[in-house]
């Protein structure tokens, strides 16, 4: 499958999709998708551009959700024109899919809305490429289900991330060995380490993260052969409107990049 003109799976370059967790401002956005898509060139990794106009699953009503779909899909429309990266963004509801796919390469349907049949059929008859986020309830193989509601409109673009499972109260653990069991689905597979970082509902209204196992976690997942790495990136995550406790900091992007590059060309051998 491509994301615009970006191969992705069937031993196609490892790809990189990131960005802030979600929208906090129109120049915001476009700031950290050039910084990010400079990084991403000099590593030479292709790059997907994600932010999300609205979180609608926050853990606390009070918290930042973002500026909308209308300001949001304008934002995303500036960012690709000012930098002509592919954008990847969220859908909560059925009647933003064809909205969204006006703008977004790709449509991600949020873990804890995998099973939602509407909106996942709304994301396949809009004829972009769609992101399932495995539930944290699932086991891999369940996603095939996931899966065939999408390719069941006639839209074989999917790909599968993985992003942990629950281990009991505030807590996530990613098993390793969901990243062959995706592939048996034969879709690509993502692994979104930053989000399999978070510490849900731990920090009393919002949730929690331990961002010092990024490195450790994205090296693990490349090693096991995943066809792209997707990581929440600020360039100031203590001031981050959203997901800042697991969010990697911009300048630790490059380094773990190198890294990751010299693991996916060892795991190819």
Same mark, same amino acid.
């Given at each position: 499958?491509?994301?615009?003109?970006?191969?992705?799976?069937?031993?196609?370059?490892?790809?990189?999709?990131?960005?802030?967790?979600?929208?906090?401002?129109?120049?915001?956005?476009?700031?950290?998708?050039?910084?990010?898509?400079?990084?991403?060139?000099?590593?030479?990794?292709?790059?997907?551009?994600?932010?999300?106009?609205?979180?609608?699953?926050?853990?606390?009503?009070?918290?930042?959700?973002?500026?909308?779909?209308?300001?949001?899909?304008?934002?995303?429309?500036?960012?690709?024109?000012?930098?002509?990266?592919?954008?990847?963004?969220?859908?909560?509801?059925?009647?933003?899919?064809?909205?969204?796919?006006?703008?977004?390469?790709?449509?991600?349907?949020?873990?804890?809305?995998?099973?939602?049949?509407?909106?996942? #059929? *709304? !994301? =396949?008859?809009? &004829?972009?490429?769609?992101?399932?986020?495995?539930?944290?309830?699932? %086991?891999?193989? /369940?996603? +095939?289900?996931?899966?065939?509601?999408?390719?069941?409109?006639?839209?074989?673009?999917?790909?599968?991330?993985?992003?942990?499972?629950?281990?009991?109260?505030?807590?996530?653990?990613?098993?390793?060995?969901?990243?062959?069991?995706?592939?048996?689905?034969?879709?690509?597979?993502?692994?979104?380490?930053?989000?399999?970082?978070?510490?849900?509902?731990?920090?009393?209204?919002?949730?929690?993260?331990?961002?010092?196992?990024?490195?450790?976690?994205?090296?693990?997942? #490349? *090693? !096991? =052969?995943?066809? &792209?790495?997707?990581?929440?990136?600020?360039?100031?995550?203590?001031? %981050?409107?959203? /997901?800042? +406790?697991?969010?990697?900091?911009?300048?630790?992007?490059?380094?773990?990049?190198?890294?990751?590059?010299?693991?996916?060309?060892?795991?190819?051998?």
């Amino acid at each position: 499958m491509h994301i615009g003109n970006i191969p992705v799976g069937n031993g196609a370059p490892l790809v990189l999709i990131g960005g802030p967790c979600v929208i906090e401002s129109e120049t915001h956005v476009i700031a950290m998708a050039g910084a990010i898509a400079a990084i991403a060139r000099r590593v030479g990794i292709p790059y997907v551009f994600k932010a999300s106009f609205d979180k609608a699953n926050r853990t606390s009503v009070a918290s930042f959700r973002g500026p909308g779909i209308t300001d949001g899909l304008t934002a995303l429309t500036h960012v690709k024109e000012t930098h002509g990266v592919p954008i990847l963004t969220d859908i909560h509801e059925p009647h933003q899919a064809a909205v969204a796919s006006q703008v977004a390469d790709v449509l991600q349907v949020p873990a804890f809305l995998c099973r939602q049949t509407d909106l996942l #059929v *709304a !994301a =396949g008859n809009a &004829g972009r490429p769609v992101n399932l986020k495995k539930g944290q309830f699932l %086991a891999p193989a /369940d996603m +095939q289900h996931a899966i065939a509601k999408v390719t069941g409109t006639g839209n074989d673009q999917v790909f599968v991330t993985e992003r942990g499972t629950s281990f009991g109260y505030h807590n996530l653990v990613v098993d390793i060995r969901a990243f062959p069991q995706l592939r048996k689905l034969d879709v690509p597979v993502v692994f979104d380490v930053t989000h399999s970082l978070q510490l849900p509902g731990a920090g009393n209204g919002i949730t929690d993260g331990q961002p010092e196992y990024i490195h450790p976690l994205a090296a693990a997942g #490349v *090693a !096991a =052969g995943v066809d &792209g790495v997707f990581l929440e990136i600020h360039d100031n995550p203590a001031q %981050a409107k959203s /997901d800042g +406790q697991n969010a990697l900091a911009l300048d630790h992007l490059e380094p773990l990049l190198e890294r990751l590059l010299r693991i996916d060309v060892a795991a190819r051998l």
